[in-house]
């Protein structure tokens, strides 16, 4: 397999560095404590294409394969994971899910301002009762002939205090299970429907994650994306390749916990010498960086299955539950080189560790991706 970047790629990963070194990496400390990201930042990110990332030219978008886009989702973490997290959902849950199974008004309507970034895109699947078990939800939609009467509530949702459309997962058919799950494209000023309580959360703390609220909410038939009763589909594929932008960030922040690991531990003296000369310190240091190689080619690896028009259900899980697992050491190992100083906000890497714990949580826990893995293996 030939992972050799071609031009777009190393051009679209040149970017994402540039920025996220320049404009990302300064500002996260302090959008961490604000619990926000700036306006602008989105309006930078907009214009440097990220927003359009999967979606396709014609309407607007740069229409990249997943191999370059993995590429940028590493380096936009290296700088944000929170910044990183709200391109990725755009991207690779709600942009491609309404290029793949949009109709053609569904995808003039809203693909050209998505690819800008002016209408931000969320996706909800989860529901205070139903996180991994995701095919239990039970907000409910109604169809009332000329609408759909929408009744529930959904929890954590990715960008859900400021996009514009929301890509949501309803039953149609109680006793049908997962097989009467529809997906509706939700307008943020669909009657009836409102966003909740922004929540305070460990890491990631500068993302956006609400709670959205339906009640006798009147969506327009137009709304349905796909078939009637097909909604689980779209969720499960939808998250074959938003897991790989989930690994691609684990990536990124382990490199960005790598080199703040390095960096501390030239210039750390302990009994007369580096931390860096100490075999203990190697150790670490090694471990990391051969982790994260090893993770960045599982990454790959899934991305250019997709690349290729392939099912990537396996490799992604597997390219998730790796890096995930291998990045939360990473973050671990590089706090305790810090000592102390690991410990206090003025050091990157207390966020760092902060941050990273939910990549084992969210678009399936760890253990729900052993589960799909070995499900693959076993047959
Ligand atoms: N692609 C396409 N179809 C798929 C699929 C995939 N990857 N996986 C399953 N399906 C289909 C199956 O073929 C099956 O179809 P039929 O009914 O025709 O047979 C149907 O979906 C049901 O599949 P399962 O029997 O495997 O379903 P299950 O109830 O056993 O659940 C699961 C499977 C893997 C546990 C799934 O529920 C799951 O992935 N749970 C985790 C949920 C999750 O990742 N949530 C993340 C929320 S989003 C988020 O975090 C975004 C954010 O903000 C950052």
Redo the contacts with the bound molecule.
Sequence with gaps: MDFEPNESMRLLRETAREFAEKRLKPGAPEWDEREAIPEEIYREAGELGFFGLSVPEEFGGLGVDALAYAAAMEELARGSAALQ?CV??HNS?VAAAISKHGTDEQKKKYLPKMATGEWIG??S??EPGS??????LSCAAEDKGDHWLVNGAKA????GGFARVYLVFVSTNKEA???GITCLLVDRDAPGFSVGKKEKKMGLRASD?RELIFQNARVPKSALLGQVGGG??I???Q??S??IG?AAQAVGIAQAALEEAVSYAKQRRQFGKRLAEFQLTQAKIADMAVGIDAARLLVWRAASILAAGG?C?KEASMAKLFASRMANKACFDALQIHGGNGFVREFPVERLYRDVRVTE?????TE?QS??VA?EVLG
């Design positions: 997290v990725t959902v849950l969320a996706y699947l989860s996180g991994t078990d995701a095919g239990s954590w949702v990715t960008n299970a997962s097989r994650t689980f589909k969720a499960m594929s998250l074959d938003g897991r989930i099912k259900t949580i969210y678009e399936g826990t729900i589960l799909i499900r």
